[in-house]
């Protein structure tokens, strides 16, 4: 019969995943000859058979891939017959890359198994891993992904790994990272900076946390400090150390059955929790958890997340507790330490007890963080594990570049139709955040091979990222307004290019008026927007000042509705003085920046019914509020809508003067949270309702930090839906300030394709 040949390219996610195996496979099952290859492309097989095998071979490629790979395109080509004898895998070739480097991977069961089994030759080696989990993206410095080009490439594969390595029917056939104990890199323990001679140096670091002690261990993305989470001396020890007051710290469970005793799980956290992702989840608090009320203190909410490199699985076999706080170590502002030497000095003032291993991380990554809201997966915090899979987009974005915010800053960088969105930067406030943006830039443009022509920022003129952003080579530069990226980047990630209302609710974003924004209802498509509606301009009285010190904007509140002498007899535990200096501050607008922010309301009244009045983190008065609130509780406030200049203005007066009568009437301040709530959600339902009818539009965008609020989320969905209106908020990608980079990605497109 006559033979005939074909050359297909498949993109898509597929190095890194055991493509090149499968293909191996699928070519001997259906006997036809010829070599598959990794390119930059994507993956290159070339095939010679009979044609019927062929096209079964194409359907079977599509129908039986694995797991982990995404298949966006089969390229097939005619090709020359080279009548060859057997099939192949031969080694990478250089191209034009258009290929998506892998991200981390959650250590597989198979693995788990290997571990923890007496016989096998991996038998507790922390630093396994097969074709199907283990680092990818921290390891990668450049595309083709191939062992040569990650951290990797010094560990020599000893004979047993090489035969793995090249049998065609193991599990390790063509796997990138893998090691065992005779040739890969190895993991020890430092104390006061030397490594300290031993055969269990996982053991050494259990012992130390079964003390209360704290160790710094070197995990996939970066470092953690770990600590037992049922003690408290040593989580206030902890805190101290960290100035870190009441931010949550995340724990890291044993296993399932241990996180079903400290959280309430949905089915769908459950399997959140349990994929190869491996993010930290949000979820509901037991109230009878055996960990220690330091780990996430004055919210019902706790991040746990299980074990996901086999240091950690041997290290929680060991700890007497199967709960470890594991939080990023950072010095205060910087990004989490990676590398070896300098965690060990920069993190001598929290520990001197270090595990740590030689396999080095050339992209650092935090853990990603997860909250499920109304049965909706929103990302807190997109990085190990996600980063850097693509977002599909509607447009063409090709290098066009996003610097993202300087708050929980990524950058973003657009090819073809995808954008490659970066591991979480984070608070570009210190020198150290901003010199690690910058060599991360580098490396991410370099990994993806992309060049860039159009580069896009936020349009608040005393950003960082601005400044890093107009000082990059391209000719042009797009400004992009705040909360038309919100919404942006919740249009792009649903894959819509079209008109929406869009509901943009946060703390802080440049308004082209020169104020602060963060309650705005905008008439947004991806290239502009119209603002149709905000909340009412209120005086943030000491700016950024005020912003960590919720009760500033509690006085401003009441400033509004109460006479001087009511608001000087309003206890917010201001003296006499701090009080006319206010009053004045906000009488002649000094140093006081007129604010339409969702994220300062949150503060204003959490503050002046007494649940926090100081801001230790980014949200706390929020976060606060929200968990107090009565979930029974029915009651709303009233609020008032005006015209003016065209927009509609949400004006709060009446809640405020609402809050005041409760707080007279000893109503308990869960139910005036939960009215506070009910309110919001009347209020954004309402005008969404009202201008989506206006403008005959069936879909609302929400986007913004505060819709990482359950009670709001579901209040305003239930009530559009119900209406027949579609919402949509950023999938895939964060709604807070971490979607910028993404937004300003399409917005700029859509401006230069005009
Ligand atoms: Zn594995
Ligand atoms: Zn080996
Ligand atoms: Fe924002």
């Not at 290929?99 to 571990?115: G, H, S, V």
């Not at 693509?390 to 995808?418: C, M, R, Y």
Request: net charge neutral; hydrophobic share 40%; glycine share 6%.
């Amino acid at each position: 019969m006559a033979k005939s040949s074909v050359d297909l390219v498949v993109k898509g996610i597929v190095q890194g995943v055991g493509f090149r195996p499968f293909v191996f496979r699928l070519a001997k099952e259906l006997k036809l000859n010829g070599y598959v290859t990794n390119s930059g492309e994507g993956v290159e097989i070339h095939l010679e058979g009979e044609e019927s095998s062929i096209d079964e071979f194409v359907l079977r490629l599509k129908k039986d891939k694995p797991p982990r790979a995404r298949i966006d395109e089969i390229v097939e080509k005619d090709s020359t017959l080279m009548n060859l004898s057997s099939f192949q895998v031969i080694a990478s070739k250089e191209t034009k890359v258009s290929t998506i480097p892998p991200p981390d991977i959650a250590i597989c069961n198979d693995c788990k198994n290997e571990l923890l089994s007496k016989n096998d030759r991996r038998y507790l080696y922390p630093l396994i891993s097969c074709m199907n989990c283990g680092p990818r993206f921290t390891i990668i410095k450049s595309l083709p992904y191939d062992r040569s080009r990650t951290t990797l490439s010094k560990f020599k594969l000893c004979k047993d790994c090489e035969a793995e390595y090249f049998n065609p029917t193991n599990r390790r056939f063509r796997a990138e990272p893998i090691s065992c104990w005779v040739c890969g890199p190895k993991v020890s323990f430092v104390e006061n900076g030397k490594i300290v001679k031993s055969e269990d140096p996982i053991g050494i670091a259990a012992e130390l946390i079964n003390k209360g002690e704290i160790v710094a261990i070197k995990g996939i993305g970066g470092f953690h400090l770990a600590a037992d989470a049922t003690n408290g001396n040593t989580l206030k020890m902890l805190r101290a150390l960290k100035n870190r007051h009441f931010k949550p710290f995340a724990v890291m469970v044993k296993n399932i059955d241990f996180a079903r005793k400290v959280a309430y799980l949905s089915e769908e956290e459950e399997r959140i929790l349990l994929g190869q992702e491996a993010p930290i989840v949000l979820a509901k608090k037991r109230e009878d958890s055996p960990i220690s009320e330091f780990v996430s203190p004055k919210i019902n909410t706790i991040g746990i997340f299980l074990p996901y490199t086999g240091i950690h699985i041997l290290l929680l076999e060991k700890t007497s507790s199967p709960y470890l706080v594991m939080t990023s170590a950072n010095p205060k502002d910087e990004v989490i330490s990676y590398k070896n030497e300098d965690a060990i000095k920069k993190l001598s003032s929290f520990t001197s007890h270090f595990l740590i291993h030689n396999r080095d991380i050339y992209n650092f990554a935090d853990d990603s963080v997860v909250r499920v809201v109304d049965g909706l997966e929103i990302l807190v915090r997109r990085s190990r594990g996600y980063v850097p899979v693509p977002i599909p987009t509607p447009i063409n974005v090709d290098k066009v570049f996003g610097i993202g915010g300087d708050l929980k800053n990524t950058f973003a960088i657009g090819k073809e139709k995808e954008v490659f969105i970066s591991q979480h930067i984070g608070d570009l406030s210190s020198y150290s955040t901003q010199r690690e943006l910058k060599i991360s830039i580098r490396k991410f443009l370099k990994l993806l091979k992309q060049d860039v022509k159009v580069v896009a920022f936020d349009m608040h003129p005393d950003y960082y990222s601005r400044s890093v952003a107009e000082g990059m080579k391209s000719n042009i530069k797009v400004e992009v307004q705040h909360h038309h990226a919100h919404i942006a980047a919740a249009l792009a990630s649903n894959n819509l290019n079209e008109d929406v209302i869009g509901v943009a609710c946060d703390g802080t974003g440049y308004g082209t008026d020169g104020n602060v924004w963060g309650f705005e209802f905008l008439l947004s498509n991806l290239k502009s927007f119209r603002r149709l509606a905000h909340l009412k301009y209120f005086r943030l009285p000491g700016g950024d000042k005020a912003v960590v010190e919720p009760r500033r904007f509690a006085f401003s509140l009441l400033y509004e509705v109460l006479d001087k002498e009511s608001l000087f007899n309003f206890d917010l535990g201001f003296s006499e003085k701090e009080k006319e200096f206010l009053y004045g501050m906000i009488r002649s607008g000094t140093n006081s920046p007129m604010v339409s922010s969702c994220g300062r309301l949150f503060d204003g009244i959490s503050a002046l019914i007494g649940v926090c009045s100081f801001s230790t983190y980014e949200g706390e008065a929020a976060m606060e509020l929200e968990s107090i609130a009565d979930q029974n509780e029915e009651g709303s406030y009233l609020y008032d809508v005006s015209f003016k200049n065209s927009e509609i203005i949400l004006d709060p007066s009446k809640l405020v003067v609402d809050v005041i009568h409760d707080l007279r009437n000893s109503i308990p301040k869960s139910k005036i949270s939960a009215r506070f709530h009910n309110t919001l959600v009347k209020a954004i339902s309402e005008l969404s309702l009202y201008l989506a009818d206006e403008y005959k539009l069936k879909k609302v965008a929400l986007s913004g930090g505060s819709f990482l609020n359950e009670i709001l989320v579901k209040g305003v969905r239930r009530n559009l839906m119900s209406k027949g209106i579609n919402v949509i908020l950023p999938r895939g990608v964060s709604v807070n300030d971490s979607c910028l980079s993404l937004g300003q990605v399409v917005v700029a497109s859509s401006r230069e394709a005009n």
